[in-house]
Structure formats: C-alpha cells, structure tokens
C-alpha cells in the first residue's frame, strides 16, 4: 500500500513548506498595514495628543477613555448610530429577502432583472451620496417634483432632524441591497430543492410555504447576512459625509463621522484614537457573535 | 523605488510606536545640482489653477534656477491637508491658507516668520485690514494673496415688484423686503446655516452690526453670547423660523446654494463677496442686481477675510520660497489675482485701479472696507468658528434658543481659551 | 412540479418593477441630469427628458478637468489592487483551508475582524506609514492601503471556498505525480475560478469605492481618483450639477462593464465564501 504513505507525505510537504509559503504575502500586508496601525491607534488613545498645540503632548493614561464616557456628543452620536444601523439593516434584511425571492425564480427577462438590480452596488458611494444630494435637492430635486406632482408637499430632506436620517437611511439602503440580496440569494440556492418540492407536494401554499420552510431554512444565512450588513453599516463613513457632513446640527452625526471631525477637524488624534479603539472593541464584539453563528450553522473554524 | 531604502525604511517604520517620531525624521539631501525646486501648495481649484499654473511658467522663465512645483488642493481640504502635512513634516514649502488658519499653524510651530524678508515699504504698501490679519505674536507670518469684504446682492426687479425704491438700509427694512419678497416659491434671504466655517462668516457680521463681539478685549472670554449676540441671532432665527423669509433648507444649505437660489429665482437676497459677480455673468448675464452694503444695526459693519500665502518652517529653500512669494503678492501679480478671482484690492497702489472703481457694484464692497472687521488672529479661532456655527446651527433648528446655543457654545469657547495658556 | 398559475408571471413582473424602479430612477435621473444643458439644470419642475438634449456636459468635463486623468487613476489603482489581492487571498485562502497549523484558529477570527474594521479610522497611522515609507502620492501607496482593506474579506470568501472542494482531487493529483506546484495550477487553481471571479469583483468594486484612502494619501490632483474628484466638483463656488452627473456617468461605466465581465459565476462564489462561512 502505497498510496497512503504518499498521501501522507503530500500533506506533510503542505504543512511544511506552503503554509508558511502561502500565508506570508497576506501577513505580511496586513500586519503592516492593519496591525500596525491598530498598536499605534493604541499607543495614541493613551495619549494627549492635539496636532495644533505639539508643546501639550503627554502620555494620559485612560483619561480620554473617561472623557469618551462622559462625552455628550459620543453619547448622541452612539444613539444615532443606533437608529440608523437598526433602521437600515433591518430594512435591507426584509427587503434583501423579498429581493432574493424574486429573484430567485427563473423567468423570461429575469437575467436583465438582475443585472439591473446590481446597479446601484456599481456606483461608488461617493457618487451615489452626490447623486441622491441632487434628488433630494429642496428646489430643484426630482424627489420633491415626484411628490408634489401627486400632490404632497415638498419636503425639507436634508435640513430637518428626521427627514436627513431617513434620507441617509434611504441611500444606504439604496447602496446595500443588492449586496444583501446576493448574498441572501445565495444562502437561497442551497436550499435542497426537495425540500421545496416536499412541501410544494404537501399542498402547502406560497405563502405558507415561506413561513414554514424557506424561512427556517435561511435562518442562519440571515443572521449572517445580517450580521455583516450591521456591521458595514454602522462604518457607512462615505454615505453620512458627503450626504449631510453628519448635520442639520449633528442629526446624522455617527460614531464613524463623529471620530473623523474630533481628528481632522479638532485635530485631537489622542481622543480620535480612543473613539477608535472603543469602535474596535465593539465590532469585535459583534464579530465574535458572527463567528459563533458561524460555527453553529455547523462551519466551525476548526483548529 | 529603490528597493532596500524602502526595506530600511519599513523598518524604521516598523520599530515607531509613536507619531511623535514621525514628525521628527527629517532627512538631509544634498544640495542637489540644477534648478531648485520649490513646492507649493495652492488653495482652490478653477481659476486659481489656471492663473496660478500661468504664473508659475512665467515665474519661471525669469527666473529659470528656480522650478515651481504646484499642487492644487480644494478648499475644503485646505485646512485638514495643512495641519496635518504640518505635524507630519511632508507639507510644502509656500502654501495658500485661509487667514483664519495663520495663527493657528503659526502656534503649531509650523511656519517661517517672514518680518526679515520685509521692507517697510513693501508692507506699508498693503491695505491695513489685510495686514493685520497676518500679524500674531508680533510677527508676521503670512503676506495677503486675496481680501475681500461682502455686501448684501440684491434683486432689482424683485424690489421694485414690491414698491421699493431703493434696497434695505437696516434691520428692520431687510426684514421687510424679506418678508414681502417672499411669495410663491420666492423667498426673500437665501441664508447659509450648513454646518460649515461659511455659517458663522454669515451671522459675524450681524454681531457686530448689533454692537456684539466675538470676543472679549483681552482674549480670554468668549462676548458672543452677550445680550447684543442673543438678539443677532434671535434676529436671524427669526427672519428663519417665524417670517419663513428663507428657504426651509437653510440648515443645509452651503454658500454655493445660496449662489443658486440667488441667479435660479428662489431668493431675492443674498450675503456675499465680489467672487460671485464672474459667476453670474457666466450663468445669469441677464440677471438685474446690484449691490449694497450690509443692512446697518446699532452700527455698520461687514466681515473682511483675507487669505494669506504662507512659508512653511520644513521649507528646504528659503529664499526661493521667498521669491516665489514676494512673486505671487508684487502690485501687478496682486492686481492680476483680485481681477482674475473677484477679490477687492488688497495694495493701497491699486486701490484706485479704475477697472473696480468705475463698477458701481465692485465700489459698494470696497466702500465697505470702512467697516470692515477681521476675525480675531489666534490660534484657537478654527475651534471657536466651529463651535460658533454648531450654536448657530442649532438655535435656527429650534433645538435650543438663541442664548441657550451661545450660552454652550461660550462655555467651551471659555475652557479652550483658558486651556491655552 | 406543480404548474404556475397564470397571474404568477404578473405579479412577478409587477414586484420586480418595483423594486427596480427603487433601485433604477437615481441612476435614470443621474443620466437624465448628465444630458441637460446647463439652463435646465435648474428649471422648476424638473423634467424627466431633457428638453434638448445634449453631450455638452461630457464634452466640457472632458476638457476641462483632469477626469480623463482621474479614471485612469481609478481603472490602474483597482486593477492592481484587484490582482494583487486575488493572488494574495487565494494562496492565504488556500493555507486556511487545507494545511492545519498552530494558531489557525486565531488568525483567522483575526482576519475576520480586521474586515470589519472601516479605513477611516486608521487614516492618521496611515498616512504616517506611507509616509514613512517615501509612498505618499505614489500608485504604490493607494494600492498597498486598498489590497490591505481588500484583503479580511477576500481570505474569508477564498477559505470558505476551497474548503467546500473535496481534497481527493488534490489527492489523486498528487498521487499522478503532479508535485505541489502541478497540483495548486493543476488542480486547485481551475476549481477556484468561481471563487476567485467573485472574489476579483469583490476586490474591484471595494477599490472603484475606496475614498478616505485617496484623500488623504494624495495631494495634487495627479493621483486623484474619480470618486475624490468628483468630490472635489462640489466646489466652493457653483454646483454644476450636469457636470458631476456627467461624471458620475462616467465613473459607473467601468463598474458595469468589469461586474458584466464577471457575473456569471458570481454567485456561486458567493455562496461558497460568504454565507457557508
């Protein structure tokens, strides 16, 4: 029997030789340009660092960690990113869902369908963020002529508390469902489809049929689609920047926009890096509640 | 790239832990051989890029050992770009900054004083408002490339339609042109209350009109939020929320929006300087305007800003930069810039340049210098023109009263204050 | 299986025009604005079709800016990015899947949180690392910093996806007499494909995307890319809102046309990496 002594030794050549082979380049790049950064942005929440008054530098200990607690604005910004975070991956989730579903059913012209549906995925943020700014325009926007032409009065979009985060909601929306629907498409094929046709012989109806099969059967793919919507959500940067720069007076201010204006606006990279590392903290939080979802829909990262 | 000074200095990298170091690694060239290159950074793009990339060529072809190297950067990013380059060490040798940004960067320990390049001639030579605002810690630290005051534009058809004969003179009558102006989807003042630096540029001059101050005397207490400062912005607040005068999208509206509600028939009224006259020519040829000066309050006021070109400290040649400056900021060059960008003149010699003074309109603003007043040179300004339009902003969003909002934001402004000393 | 009643195609088309019209009308109004003459940008109401339509603002935007310049800026950096992070993930991808090492465990949950972490908060240790490394205002640069953001995500879906190829086949290969090399190019690269396509698409729009990066690790306008210009259009002055449709136009062009290069196997690849874990 030879094949399993050389099959043995094909893995021992992989174990040696290419693990280490094949892993460098990948380490190497992100151990330079995350790990390092990462020590840094710590190194600095410890620190009093102001870019405008160098002569002030001192090593402080957790003391920007106690301002952060205490910060009111960290604590609005914290509350709005609650709302949008909640407000747009939940809508991206049910809507993604019925996307996925639409999608998923083979019709004349539904290539085109998709094809049209991942249009928004294609435009940078930036630009999506500058268009939506020209729809939502007070005067001159399409958004306002469409519902004044059925007869509602034009709203006031990015100058007023709710109307700007429903509209930054919106466009994030708008951005991230087809990824969403991608990926709830794809959690969608791997349903068996006997188990489908199973109940489809049962007589369960189409409705029925969703709720008692499909749904159970997604679960896990939605709380990971879910879970990765959350998570790059809640550093939508871009989309909050360019749509309303986090205003009218703060209403759209994020954890993400709030750290940028404490850094490049105040220029106080020492509390900028605490934020950060707080944010850290938090996805790695909700990372490690991904990766346990992971592993109980029975893909363990195994050792 | 050459591979192995990257490798070392990826390991030189590699071996910082904190940023203080980065800023300190300065590394020594030798004096290359060749024309000497200085690195500029110019603020704006459009037509500061064609003129400035133009000046740059002629620079050079008088004075062919010296290669200027120009790069543009918007004025949004100005700022951020700045400092940060500054605490960094990769910033340029000669930068335009916004005036308001000089003392700052000059607390930062980032610019070249200029007091030994000067003569007395050449720095009487300038409008005095301009010159101050270079002036900090008794020294100078920047020349002007560009001043200008604002006056209130107007509609002429819209104010005769109204049975008006002439424009807003005070308070009350810009409150009344305003309020009648506004009809249909007219509105009377097209204000600016983004959260941006262009917010407060547009309530200062209110403050002053209404006898308040920025600050107190001695620099170390906040005075906005005096009794004079509430009722400015209460005035302000009001022409917003109880008079409807302004488009409901005020709070997100940026200077450029109040240019378009201004030439696209939405506003009758808008607050700006002599840069928005080559825009309308552009969009609107037939638009019928003028300008006044500012509505009086208590007293008459308008806001003057002056942008400066600056030295940087890390500048490798210093009197290349020099002579790139003194270039840029000559009479001609100076004369040239104001015509090209729409800024008033800012050397007494070209006051009396007849292609402003015979322009009605351009002689409203330069009339104005009278009561022209600049922001307050010091370092702590960016964070307090912050703070400030934040508490503009939330008094127009009813969120706090106008004395709550400068209640807060003279509290913070009093802490920084304090903290820098 | 049961036969579809006859409403079902309605009702189908009904929901997916829905849902279009959603997704569809801002990139309809981008392309409607980008066709307007400058005096109809601001009629009020606005229409649909242009009245007199009009190629005046790509041409303008053509002379005038550096946008040529700007999409070349693009097109190179996410290309680079693109294949420098495929090759690089599938080979990490690869490490994670077959070979058992000390640590694996970790690294990878590592690796699954860097994804989730967004460049802007990194953007001053950044710049100072590019700095250091003489990279500021160079393509190298903004690839080195797009590759590492483009990286997390990209091992993750290349894991998950040559974890679901049975081993036998490397096997069996091996068996042959394929050597390591024969058997990774042989073997396991060709069954990789649909991975690696929707992998490369991941990495390519992730890049186009990409804006703290270029705005904070470039000065001039020389190593602009699109979306920074065309952020930068929205000036202190006027907005010309046909120009930046214009180039916002421009800008999804490129997009469409890689993502139509590579949908086909999309999917599967997406299936495999992302949701399988």
Redesign the interface.
Known sequence: MTQPRKLTRFWRIQTSTQAFLFLTPALLLLGLVLLYPLLNTLWLSLQHKVLIRPDRDAFVGARNYIKAFVDPRIRAAALHTVVFTVGSVGLKVVFGMMGALLLNVNMRGAGWVRSLYMLPWLVPSIVASLVWRWIFHDQFGIANAMLQSIGVPAVNWLGQDATAMVAVILVDIWRGLPLMTLLLLAGLQMIPRETIEAAMIDGAQAIQRFWRVILPQMRPTLIMAGTLSLIGTFNSFNIVYVLTGGGPAHATEILVTRVFRVAFQNFNFGYAGTLAVLIIVLITLLTSVYNRLLNESGEEVQA | MNLPVAWKRLAATLALTGLAAGCASTSSSEAPSGPVTVNVWVMGDGVWKDFYSRLANRFHTENPDIQVQIDFIPWDQGHEKLITAAASGSGPDVATDGGRWTAELAAMGALEPLDRYLTPAYRNDFVEAAWETTQWNGHTWGIPQGFTTTGLFYRTDWLRAIGCEHPPQNWQEFKDVAKKMTQHHHFGFSLVGDNSMETTMCWVPFLWQNGGDLLTPDRQHAAFNSEAGVQALQFYVDLYRKDHAVPASALSTKRNDSHQMFLHDIAGMTATGPWFFSEIKREQPDLKYAVAPHPVGKQAATLATTDHIVMLKTAARKQAAWKWIDYVTNPENSQAWSKTAGFIPYRKSGLHDPNFTRDPNYQVLISATQNARAYPTLPEWPQIDNLLSDAIQTALAGKRTPKEALDDAAQEVDEILADSN | ??RRKFWF?VL?WA??LL??A???F??L??LS?SLKP?SE??????H?IPEHPTLHAFTTLWQRGNFLRYLTNSLLIALATTGIAVV??S??G???A????RG??S???G????Q???G??????????I????L?N?Y?GLI??N???S??FA?WMMY?FY?HIPAELE?AA??DGAG?GGTFFRVVLPMGLPGLSSCAVFCF?NS??E??FA??LT????LRT???G???F??????E?NY??A??VL??IP??LF??LF?KR???G??AG????
């Open positions: 299986m049961k195609p189908w929901s997916a849902f279009l959603f997704l569809v801002p990139v109004w981008m604005t400058s940008i601001f009629h009020t109401p606005p649909w690089v993930s080979m990490a690869y490490a994670f077959r070979l058992p090492f694996r465990k690294v990878l949950f690796i699954l949180t860097a989730m972490i967004p802007v908060l990194f953007l001053l240790p950044i710049f100072v690392l700095k250091q490394l003489g500021l160079t190298a080195l910093a590759v590492a953001f990286l997390p091992i998950g974890k096997e091996w068996v390591v729009l186009w995307d804006f703290v705005l904070s000065t001039g306008d020389e699109m979306p920074v065309l952020f930068h929205v000036g202190q002055y006027g907005i809102w930046l449709m180039g916002a800008v999804t997009a469409m993502f139509a949908q999309l999917l599967s997406f299936a992302a949701v399988k874990g």
